[in-house]
């Protein structure tokens, strides 16, 4: 049975928006994730206890997070390894850095944050294959449609599945 991972972040509760996520918690109760990774920008507690009703909840810290959060992390799931990071310690965040970032910490696939936008891309350098991923935000997006991301994990496959709430 494949490992079903809900991505999230740039939530941002308590400082851009005092509402919580329900579109997230409702799909959160739909899809009844085995894990939660959350990109950083969380900033409040409550916002983390509340995920970790849904599913185990591992997250890293934002440029705007206080919590004590580590700043990158990596996640053994299934056959691949998965890579978090939220984004702001790039100068830019093309897909060049990403992908050297990637490699350098080994993962498989890279998730990151930062940009509250969208973004999925597969690409192989030296003869590694790395996925880029950045589910944007459920609450703040920017030039975007709110939502998140399911990742599908079946041994080495690796699915995607965009949820946008509009």
């Not at 009703?53 to 934002?62: H, L, M, S, T, Y």
């Not at 970032?101 to 891309?121: Q, S």
């Not at 449609?145 to 509009?166: C, D, P, Q």
């Amino acid at each position: 049975m494949p490992l079903l991972i809900a991505v999230t972040g740039d939530t941002h509760h308590g400082d851009k928006t005092r509402n919580l996520p329900s579109l997230l918690f409702h799909h959160l109760v739909e899809r009844n994730p085995d894990l939660i990774l959350h990109t950083g920008d969380v900033t409040s507690h409550e916002l983390l206890e509340r995920l970790e009703d849904f599913a185990p909840v591992i997250a890293v810290r934002g440029n705007a997070d206080h919590l004590n959060l580590p700043e990158e992390r990596t996640i053994d799931a299934e056959d691949i390894v998965i890579g978090l990071i939220h984004g702001h310690q790039f100068f830019s965040l093309n897909a060049q850095f990403l992908t050297l970032k990637a490699l350098d910490m080994g993962v498989d696939v890279l998730i990151f944050g930062h940009t509250h936008r969208f973004y999925h891309d597969t690409y192989s350098v030296h003869g590694e294959r790395v996925v880029l991923l950045n589910p944007g935000s459920p609450t703040f997006p920017r030039m975007d449609s709110a939502g998140f991301v399911l990742l599908k994990v079946n041994g080495e496959s690796v699915g995607v599945e965009r949820i946008r709430f509009w």
